[in-house]
């Protein structure tokens, strides 16, 4: 995997880049669409690149471990075969799923025991597992394992936890190095900075980070539920301190004007499920504002979805029939929806990118997060 | 509306016609898949054309009129406008529906008075009304106001419905000879024979609607659990009564099988919900024969999901893939097994149509009825 820097904003930190991997360039900042299980919730995979434009997609270690299982991806020759998706994938550590979603779950220093929350099956994931389990879903970039501490979290708690994240973050890259890829391609491995909302903790972790230079660095333990300003002030802080020349990762981000604002202070790559979660309840981000399609004032405007959009969904309907759609229940409503929202994001993205080489992106990104805010 | 017989086959009473409607040309024998609400579920409307090649969708009258309501759809201009679907649609008339999803209903010679599923709103069908609504909703082809009986059924009570069925019959054809319709383009009415399962009653409907001398005729108050012979025995019976030069409807039919049997009975068109709710349960319809997508048998199969498929999720996905999301209850599942099962339909009645046409369709029809039954 090879990063190379583009070109800088003059006014902010924002920089445009390009990730080199073995299934295709990656040009940053870039949104990243969350396949879960292996598939982008209610978009074809033709879709996603055709449409949504994506050119990396997430898979969850969590659940592609609990299901199909690794047997199955390995028989397939890893998740790019499995899904048919031949560009990068990025997969996650699982341990934020085993946090929110499993049944029940035990931390110690060795690792977390928990039950799986589709049939209560005992696991244990340990960094050497997790690295394990990562090669054989055969991401392009794969990511150490940590507790993501939740918000609000005490000191000391934060602290004792950023000790075993570290600890585990130094057997990942330990078992990483003594490990090969399982298929052709190579993979990267992106730490993760971790220190709840305490400046100490990140410091000292984006440094503990940076020192094990790796190809890729990660800010996780964000956007879990602090109020933004605190995200901003603990990105800034972070992205200062982590390596210039290696791709910046703000996990689980966010909002349009999260992304805008996250930018500006330096980050390059993104993910998250709110484009898809709130399609599915009707929450469209357009270039003008935000629509909430189940919304009376849309019943008799006919107008199509969004004039700017730049997916088939766009033109191809209009407000009025996603909104029947919606309160029908129709699957098609979130297909729909879902399509535009990524396609969306993924305009956002290439539209900052585009601003920061031609050094305009401070002005059009004030001028985007007052509209983006906006309900329309 | 127009019909056209382009060939007839010499060893069964199939048929090759064209209908031509204000929105195109349809080529008989034709499945048209059900888009109840206004969508066909699962499915984007280019998708209709680009891969299930339908040429003609449905809308449920009951439905569309509970919601988005008249106001809505004639606001839209109709609900090809509304939907973008611009190639012909048929109507239910609602009769079907009020029956089978109605919270409550009361049928008496005037028409049914029910409540809505949706939300026990109470609304009275008329056969007026019916046609009414048809006029607003723009169908290509609209439905006459029946009452279709369920198996089984009395003879007494049977009996007495089709008396009401032909009255309200009558009153249809009065009503909508003496109305316009709201847009541009022209509508034609189709009566429905009824009668249950008596050869008597079955009879006495056809000869009364063939009298009718209407654009093309249906038949209905079949495939509502009957043993099939029984339903091919009426569908014969009927077909022979019905105008030999009209179009002729076998509403709700059914299963491949089901459909090539009625073809050679003489039927040219065919609506069913089976191809898109049983692709959401994981049955997939092939040339080859029935799959269960669920069964543990694919959990390793990486084959494609229809190597002689039609539409673009048959290269795309394999079986395993597919198998996989559908236990994990991913959209996508749904999504790709409707498309594939559509397409499926619709190739079927476009090789039945060649195999008439050419003269082979019997000998082909007998072979395809032993392997569509497979389970694989």
């Given at each position: 995997m090879n990063f190379s820097i583009k070109g800088k904003d003059k006014n902010t930190s924002a920089r445009a880049g390009e990730i080199m991997t073995d299934h295709g360039i990656i040009q940053t900042p870039i949104f990243m669409p969350v396949g879960t299980a292996g598939a982008v919730k209610a978009v074809h995979i033709p879709e996603l690149k055709s449409?949504?434009?994506?050119?990396i997609i997430l898979g969850n270690t969590y659940h592609l471990y609990l299901r199909p299982g690794l047997e199955v991806i390995q028989a397939a020759g890893g998740l790019h075969k499995f899904n048919g998706w031949d560009m990068p994938i990025l997969s996650d550590s699982g341990g934020y799923q085993v946090y929110s979603l499993a049944n029940t779950r035990k931390l110690t220093p060795e690792g977390v025991v928990f039950n799986s929350h589709i049939d209560g099956s005992q696991h244990t994931f340990t960094p050497e597992k997790v690295i394990d389990i990562q090669r054989i879903i055969g991401a392009d970039i794969i990511m150490a394992f940590d507790e993501c501490t939740p918000y609000p979290c005490e000191y000391g708690y934060a602290k004792k936890s950023l000790g075993i994240t570290h600890q585990w973050l130094k057997q990942c890259i330990d078992h990483f190095n003594n490990t090969e890829p399982v298929y052709e391609h190579s993979q990267a491995l992106f730490p993760i900075v971790q220190g709840s909302v305490y400046k100490d903790l990140r410091i000292e972790s984006a440094e503990t980070i940076a020192s094990c230079k790796a190809d890729g660095n990660a800010i996780g333990g964000l956007s879990v539920g602090e109020p933004p300003e605190m995200m901003y002030e603990m990105t800034a802080l972070v992205c200062d301190l982590l390596p210039a020349d290696k791709p910046r990762y703000l996990m689980g981000v966010g909002t349009p004007v999260n992304i805008l604002e996250s930018i500006a202070l330096g980050v390059d790559m993104f993910d998250c499920v709110i484009p898809t979660r709130n399609a599915r309840h009707g929450l469209l981000y357009t270039s003008e504002g935000i629509i909430?399609?189940?919304?009376?004032?849309?019943?008799?405007?006919?107008?199509?979805?969004?004039?700017?959009?730049?997916?088939?969904v766009d033109l191809q309907y209009s407000k009025a029939y996603l909104r029947h759609l919606i309160h029908s229940q129709e699957m098609l409503a979130g297909m729909i929806a879902s399509l535009h929202n990524l396609a969306f994001y993924l305009w956002l993205v290439i539209e900052a990118r585009k601003r920061i080489l031609d050094g305009s992106f401070l002005e059009w990104k004030q001028k985007m997060v007052l509209r983006l805010a906006q309900r329309l």
């Open positions: 449409d949504v434009k994506a050119q909430n399609i189940k919304n009376e004032k849309w019943k008799f405007n006919f107008s199509p979805l969004d004039e700017n959009g730049t997916s088939f």
